[in-house]
């Protein structure tokens, strides 16, 4: 498979957007992803990259840097492009952005159910951080 193009997201690819990460079963009833995306759009939306493959979006990473720590959001692989590169690619391009901006660190969240993304990541050189993740719902997407 030849390597796919990374590039800024754009508003034309949302629809591809989506059904990738529906496809990957990274929506859950308590996110629009139309809603992520639109405020995506307003933080950061030079490190919120698809990868494109002869024209077809095939994946997508969103990141975000605060100025303490990097973080990945919706990273996602088309499931017939997965095993070929596409999501590493992805995420050497994210780092190297984050890295350019003077993010020392990277934080994501995986379900702990999702072994083989949690394997994927640990491949990567990340590591399980001895810490609990707490989250508030300040705007509900319903």
């Known amino acids: 498979m030849k390597q796919p193009e990374i590039r800024p997201f754009c508003l034309e690819d949302r629809d591809a957007v989506v059904a ?16 992520d995306i639109a405020r995506k759009m307003q933080v950061n939306p030079e490190l919120f990259l698809v990868a494109e493959l002869d024209g ?12 303490h720590r990097g973080w990945l959001n919706y990273l996602a692989v088309s499931p017939d492009c997965q095993g070929n590169g596409v999501g590493r690619t992805l995420m050497e391009v994210i780092e190297a952005k984050l890295l350019a901006l003077g993010c020392p660190k990277i934080n994501l969240q995986v379900r702990t159910s999702n072994t083989a993304v949690i394997q994927f990541y640990g491949h990567l050189g990340y590591h399980i951080d001895d810490v609990i993740s707490l989250g508030k719902r300040l705007i509900k997407d319903d």
């Open 56 to 67: 077809r979006v095939v994946g997508t990473v969103m990141g975000g840097y605060e100025g």
């Open 20 to 35: 990738i990460w529906e496809a990957c079963g990274l929506i859950v009833p308590w996110n629009d992803p139309h809603k």
